[in-house]
């Protein structure tokens, strides 16, 4: 196996035996960070020309892509003889062979399973430090440095909305053992940079309401209302609506955590 270990979770980054080192500038780096995306996952020929090239393709586009890999292969072998052999041919492309420990994704994808399969057992505990451990292996937005129109469209997007989801089942679950206090604070960062990403301002109002501080939650309530109406032109969906209600009514299904 390669032995360079690789970061997409923030800005590009490639680690050998654990020392950070350069990673090559223009188009090699483009279709290094198209490999490592789906790493021992074979990339076909037209999907890294997509990645690399876009729709501004050169005359030979098979040859470039030659030209390219054999590049990055020159740069696996200058850290160590034989690591260029990490990347393999296929019939339809290429694959990077890599470890799963050796790539913040793959690991990100190996917590949030972890995690899955502790909330089925019931283990929420066990569930909320595998969520938060993955959470901590975001640097920042996915390939934040890296310069591909068709991974900053496609895959990008995709990975941000896996991020935020993390962050919001990460926070159901603090909720449901009673952590609110100790969220509060994030939850006010969260929906500080994502004002319009309703669980979020739902989140912060029950844990504000567990922690007896309703004229807060409702506050928030109108915080987010203006925000929907003013940028987007829509109210508040029925979660928000129905929680807003019942933090009104005292409810006590909404109450029942306050005095943890």
């Known amino acids: 196996m390669c032995p360079i270990s690789f970061g997409v979770l923030g800005p590009f980054e490639a680690a050998f035996?654990?020392?950070?080192?350069?990673?090559?500038?223009?188009?090699?780096?483009?279709?290094?960070?198209a490999l490592v995306l789906k790493a021992n996952e074979v990339v076909s020929v037209e999907e890294l020309l997509d990645r690399v090239w876009g729709d501004r393709l050169p005359d030979c586009p098979?040859?470039?892509?030659?030209?390219?890999?054999t590049r990055v292969r020159q740069w696996l072998d200058a850290?160590?003889?034989?690591?260029?052999?990490?990347?393999?041919t296929s019939s339809t492309g290429y694959v990077l062979q890599l470890r799963p420990a050796d790539v913040d994704l793959l690991r990100f994808h190996g917590l949030v399973g972890e995690a899955r399969a502790a909330g089925e057992r019931g283990d929420r505990a066990a569930e909320l430090a595998a969520l938060t451990e993955a959470l901590a292996l975001w640097r920042g937005p996915a390939l934040s440095?890296?310069?591909?129109?068709?991974?900053?469209q496609e895959?990008?997007?995709?990975l941000a909305e896996d991020?935020?989801?993390?962050?919001?089942?990460r926070n159901e679950v603090g909720l449901a053992l009673g952590r609110h206090r100790e969220i509060v604070g994030d939850l006010r960062s969260m929906t500080a940079c994502h004002p319009l990403r309703e669980r979020f301002w739902r989140q912060l109002m029950l844990a504000l309401c567990r922690c007896g501080r309703q004229a807060e939650a409702l506050a928030a309530y109108q915080q987010v209302s203006t925000r929907l109406?003013?940028?987007?032109?829509?109210?508040?969906?029925p979660e928000l609506r129905n929680l807003h209600v019942a933090i009104l009514r005292n409810d006590a299904a909404v109450m029942s955590e306050a005095a943890r």
């Open 229 to 237: 109406r003013e940028e987007i032109g829509i109210d508040p969906g």
């Open 62 to 69: 098979r040859g470039a892509l030659q030209t390219c890999l």
């Open 79 to 88: 850290h160590e003889d034989g690591a260029s052999e990490a990347i393999k």
């Open 155 to 158: 895959v990008v997007p995709r």
């Open 163 to 169: 991020h935020l989801r993390t962050m919001e089942w």
């Open 145 to 152: 440095d890296v310069r591909s129109d068709s991974l900053q």
């Open 17 to 33: 035996r654990g020392r950070l080192t350069r990673i090559p500038r223009g188009r090699q780096r483009l279709l290094l960070a």
